[in-house]
Nanobody, 120 residues
Framework: QVQLVESGGGLVQTGGSLRLSCAAS????????MAWFRQGPGKERELVAR???????LEEDSVTGRFTISRDNTNNALYLQMNSLKPEDTAVYFC??????????????WGQGTQVTVSS
């Protein structure tokens, strides 16, 4: 059974940093792409960043240069380093397992989410 458990969210001031973590279990972690999504208040869930099984990364334009996705295949963990945070980054952040090794594949499992709030 796939389990994804996010942690690291919280309240931070504009310009601050947070590091989100996702502990993965129930599947062969190093064989699948992973991703971070977020859903802000009154908004649709949106993709933030993706990483392939081999470590190729792609961040969305809204966070490029500020957020970095990474993974630790030894410890079955996914990370999102978030710097220069803005109030518009306020959202629930979700970890997702992708269907295949490629970062272009669709998500098929989700974590429960962790709240990030950026105060102005």
């Amino acid at each position: 059974q796939v389990q994804l458990v996010e942690s690291g969210g919280g309240l931070v001031q504009t310009g601050g940093s947070l590091r989100l973590s996702c502990a993965a279990s129930g599947f062969t972690f190093n064989m699948y792409g992973m991703a971070w999504f977020r859903q802000g208040p009154g908004k649709e869930r949106e993709l933030v960043a993706r990483i392939s099984a081999s470590g190729i990364t792609l961040e969305e334009d809204s966070v490029t240069g500020r957020f970095t996705i990474s993974r630790d295949n030894t410890n079955n963990a996914l990370y999102l380093q978030m710097n220069s945070l803005k109030p518009e980054d306020t959202a629930v952040y979700f970890c997702a397992k992708l269907r295949a090794p490629s970062l272009q594949s669709d998500p098929d499992n989700w974590g429960q989410g962790t709240q990030v709030t950026v105060s102005s």
